[in-house]
C-alpha cells in the first residue's frame, strides 16, 4: 500500500508541467466555458484524491480538460461529453454516481431515512397515546419548572 | 399496525448493534483484504475489459527505427499482445523495465506507445535500457492514452488472440507478477 | 532520556487509566464510597502522567532530537519553532497524544466540576472515560510509539509537509479533538446512564454543556479547516466533500442533534431514549472517523500515512466501544419509562423534526462517504461519489431544516400554535423575500444563490424576534423590553446568536454560489479587466523564505486608475522534502475576497516571459467563517449561562426518591 501509494506520487510528480493550467483550455465564449466547467466538475481526476478535473494538478486532469472543453466547443451536449468520458474511464470517472442497480440503495438513503424516521415517530407516538398518559397542556409544577430553567435569573 | 408490542420495540433497539456489527464486519473484511491485497481502494478495473481496444493509428518515435503500428495491427496477431504505454521521464517505468525486456526475450509481442515524450530522451531511454518493443508508437499528445482509459505512466493491457482486452495493470508490472502475466500472455 | 521518561509516562498513564476504568465503577456497583472517591484522584493523576507524556514529545521536537525516529520523520532544524512543535501532532504517533491528553483533560474536568454530580453517576462516568484511556494509550504503546529511537541519528530530520506548515492547520487538530473527545464525555454520561437504567432532567442538564463544549469546538475546528482548504490549497472552493471532512461533520451533525435533543431531557424529560442513543452516536461517529483516517481505507488528501495492523487494532478498539455500548443499550434502555408527552406541533416537536434532519442529512453523508468501500467490497464495483451528490442528496434536507429553524425556538413547550408564531415572524418573511426579489433582479444572482441569501436573512431575522419575543416587544415599552432582553438567560441568547451564525454561514454560502474567476497569462506590465477591476502584474520576483525559496508575483489591483490593493500570490519550493505550494494572495473586505494565484510561468507568443494568474472574485467568502465563529460564540455564551454551567443540585434529592 504505502509502496503503491509511493508510486502514484511519482506518477503524480511527472511531467511537470503547469500548476495552475494554462489560459488555452479555457473556451473564448463564456456560455460555453460556463458548461465545460459544470461538466469538469462532474469528473472525478482519476489520479488524485477525491478532487474533480477542473480542481487538479495533475497532468491527466488537464488533459481531460481539454477534451471537455474540445467536445463541448464541437458542439456535443453535457450528457454526450460526459457520455464519451464515460465510456473510456468507466464508472469511477463519474462524480455523481449513475442510478442503476448498484446505486439504488444510495440514491434512497435520504428517502428511506426521512421515511424510515417519521414512520418510527407516528408509531412511538400511537403506542404512546395507546398508554395514554396525560393530557398535552402544561401543568402548574410543568409551568413553574419551565420558568425556573428559562426565566430571567430571581434577583 | 396501531400498536407496536413489547418485543417489536425490542427489536428496533437492537438496529444500532446490528449495523454496527455489520459494518464492523465490513470494515474487518476490507482491513484483511488490504492486507492481502484483495481489497484495493484504489485499483480500479478498466472500462475496456471484454471489449475492443479503441481505434487509434499512431506515428513511429523518430529515430527509434520501429514500426508504428494501429488498432489494426493488434487483431489476427494469432497470439496475446503485451500493449504498454511508458515514457522516460516515468521513474516506474524503469523498474518495470527489467520485465518488459524478459518478456520480449520469451517472444512475447510487445508494444509500446511512448506518452508525452521528447523522441529523443525516449531513444536513449531504449539506448540504456535495451529495446522490449516489437512496435513503437508516440502519443505525443497524449489523446490515444485517454480513448483508451490510461491513468498515467507506465499502464499495460494484454489484448486476447481475439482481439479483446483481456487484462489491464495501471502502475509497473513487477517480477512478483510475471508468472500470472505469462499465463495470460501463453 | 526526556524521551524514555515521556514514553515511561505514558505507560504510567495507562496503569493509572487501568485503575480509574475499575475501581469507581466497581465502587459504585458495590456501593462502596470509599471506592468511587477513588476516580477523582486517579482522574487528575492521569492526565498529569498523560501531560507528561505530552510535553516530553513536544520537548523532543523543540530541540530536533533526531535520535527520535518520530521527530526525524516529521521535522527539521531549519523549520520556525512554532512549527516545529506543531510538527509534534501534525503526525499520526503524535496526533494521538494528543488525542489522549484532551480526553485526560475532560476526564480531569469531570472530576474537578462534578462535585455536584451524583457520586455513582460521577464514578460511572470516570471509569467509562478511563476505559476510553485505556483502549487508545494501549493503541499508542502497542503500534504507535512516538518514542521510538533511531540509530545511528541522521543529521536532520526530513521535514514536515509543507502543506501543513501553516498556523491554520497546526491549530485545526487541537480544535477538532476538543470536539471529538468532547463527545467522549458526553458518551460516557450515556453508557453510566444506561447502567444505573435512569435518565432524568438532572442527566439532561449534565450532558448539555458538554455537548455544547464539544459542538462549539467542533464548529470552531471544521470552520479552520475549511478556511485553511480555502487559502492554501488554491482552489477557490472551501469545502470539497472530501471523506475526512466528511469525518468530521458526521459527528458534528449527530452533535447538533444530541445538543437540542438534551434541551428537551432537561426542561421536559421526554426523548430520553433517543438523547441516549444520540450521546453513543456522536462519540461513535467521531471514532468511525479517527478509524477511516488512519486504518488506511479511504484515500483522502488528508489521510495520515496508514498501516492496516494499526487499523486492525482501532477496529477491535472501537468494536469494544460501540458495539458494547449499543448492546448496553439494547439490554438496558427498555428499563427507561418513557415521560413527557407532547403535542405534535410544540416546541418538544420542533426539535424532533431538527433532530430527524440533522439525522437524515448525517446519515445521508455517512453512506455516502461508505458506499464505494462497501460496494467494492461486496460487488467488487468502483464508483465514486462527489460533491455532485453530495449537494443534490442533502440539500433537499437541509432546506426545510433552516426554514423551520426559525420558527422552532418560538414556539411554545408542550403544545403550540402555529399561527401565532408565523404572525410573529411576518416580518422576517416580509424581509426574506425582499432579499430575495432584489438578489435575482437587481443583483442578477441565479436562483440558488438567491434563495441561500433569503434563507440567510430568514434565519438572522427569525434569531432576531425569537430574542424580541421574549422580550416581550410588542407588549410592553422599548426601554423596558431592552432592559428585559439584558436580563434574559444566556442561554435564550447564545441560542439565538448560534441560529443567526448559521445564517451568516448561509449567506457566505449563497455567495460563493456567484463567485467567478478568470485564468489569464501575463507579461510584466500587462494588465486584464476582471470584476469591475484593473488587475496588472508588475512583475515576478525571487525570494528567500526561511526554510523555502519562492517566486513571487506582486499585482496591483486599481479601479478607475486608482490602487485598491496590491497582491502578492507566490509559489514556495521547499528544497527539503523537494515540494512546492502555492500561497495564495486574498485581500477581503469583510464582504467579499479578491484572491489571487500565481501559475507556471513560461515563454509567451512574442517571446518574453509571462506569467499564468487565476483571480477569483469570492462575494460575501468572509461569512462562512464568520458565521462559524458566530456559531461557536453562540455555543460558549450558553456555556457560561449560570444555570447550564452549574449541575442541577435537584439531583441529589431525586436520587433519595425525593420530588424533583
Known sequence: ?155 | ?186 | MIPELGHFALILALMVALSQSILPLWGAQTRDARLMESGPPLALAQMVAVAAGFASLLWAFATNDTTVSNVVANSHSAKPMIFKLSGAWGNHEGSMVLWVLVLALCSAAVAAFGRDLPSALRARVLSVLGMISVGFLSFILATSNPFDRVWPPPLDGQGLNPLLQDIGLAMHPPLLYLGYVGYAVTFAFAVAALIEGRVDAAWGRWVRPWSLAAWSFLTLGIGLGSWWAYYELGWGGYWFWDPVENASLLPWLAGAALLHSAIVVEKREALKIWTVLLALLAFALSLLGTFLVRSGVLNSVHAFASDPARGVFILVLLGIYIAGAFALFAFRAPAMAPQGVFAPVSREGGIVLNNLLLCSICAVVLVGTLYPLFLDLLAGRMISVGPPFFNLATLPLALPLVMAMAAGPLLAWKRAALWPVLQRLWWAASLALLVFLLAMFLGGAPVMPALGFAIGMWLIAGAATDILDRAGLGRTGIGNALRRARGLPRAAWGAAIAHAGVGVTVLGMAGMGMATDKLVALTPGASTEFAGYEWRLDGVRDFQGPNYTARRATITVLRDGRVVQVMEPSKRFFPIGRTTTTETAIRTNGLRDLYAVLGEERDGPDGRREAVLRLHNNPLAPLLWIGSLIMALGGGLSLTDRRVRVAAPARRGAAQGAPA
Not at chain 1, 393530557?135 to 434577583?155: F, Y
Not at chain 2, 535495451?130 to 494484454?158: C, H, K, M, T
Request: charge should be positive; proline fraction near 8%; aromatic fraction near 6%.
Open chain 2, 1 to 186: 399496525m396501531s400498536t407496536m408490542s413489547p418485543s417489536r420495540r425490542r427489536v428496533l433497539l437492537y438496529a444500532p448493534l446490528a449495523v454496527a456489527g455489520a459494518a464492523g464486519l465490513g470494515f474487518w473484511a476490507m482491513l484483511r483484504g488490504l492486507q492481502d491485497g484483495s481489497f484495493n481502494p484504489r485499483g480500479v478495473p478498466s472500462a475496456l475489459i471484454g471489449r475492443a481496444p479503441p481505434d487509434f493509428a499512431l506515428p513511429e518515435v523518430e529515430g527509434a527505427n520501429l514500426p508504428a503500428f494501429a488498432a489494426g495491427d493488434l487483431r489476427g496477431t494469432g497470439r496475446p499482445v503485451l500493449v504498454n504505454f511508458w515514457a522516460s521521464w516515468c521513474v516506474p517505468c524503469i523498474i518495470e523495465h527489467p520485465q518488459l525486456m524478459a518478456l520480449h526475450r520469451e517472444g512475447v509481442p510487445v508494444l509500446g506507445v511512448n506518452y508525452k515524450d521528447r523522441p529523443a530522451d525516449a531513444r536513449s531511454f531504449l539506448q540504456r535500457h535495451g529495446n522490449p518493443f516489437a512496435r513503437l508508437g508516440a502519443d505525443q499528445p497524449g489523446r490515444v492514452a485517454i480513448e483508451w482509459g490510461v491513468y498515467g505512466v507506465p499502464e499495460s493491457y494484454v489484448i486476447g488472440r481475439d482481439g479483446l482486452v483481456k487484462w489491464r495493470w495501471a502502475g509497473p508490472i513487477t517480477a512478483e507478477m510475471m508468472p500470472e502475466l505469462r499465463r495470460l500472455l501463453a
Open chain 1, 1 to 155: 500500500m504505502t509502496r503503491l501509494l509511493l508510486l502514484l506520487a511519482l506518477l503524480l510528480a511527472a511531467p511537470a508541467h503547469a500548476q495552475i493550467g494554462d489560459t488555452t483550455y479555457r473556451l473564448e465564449d463564456p456560455a460555453l466555458e460556463a458548461r465545460a466547467r459544470a461538466v469538469g466538475r462532474e469528473l472525478r481526476c482519476l489520479v488524485c484524491q477525491n478532487q474533480s478535473i477542473e480542481d487538479s494538478d495533475a497532468s491527466l486532469a488537464r488533459d481531460l480538460r481539454i477534451l471537455v472543453r474540445e467536445q463541448i466547443a464541437a458542439g456535443a451536449s453535457d450528457e454526450e461529453t460526459l457520455r464519451f468520458v464515460h465510456q473510456r474511464y468507466g464508472d469511477f470517472v463519474l462524480l455523481r454516481p449513475p442510478v442503476g442497480i448498484h446505486t439504488v440503495l444510495l440514491w434512497a438513503t435520504p428517502v428511506l431515512f426521512l421515511g424510515g424516521g417519521l414512520i418510527a415517530i407516528v408509531l412511538t407516538r400511537r403506542r404512546r397515546a395507546a398508554t395514554g398518559i396525560g393530557d398535552t397542556e402544561l401543568s402548574a409544577e410543568e409551568k413553574a419548572r419551565l420558568a425556573r430553567l428559562e426565566g430571567p435569573p430571581p434577583p
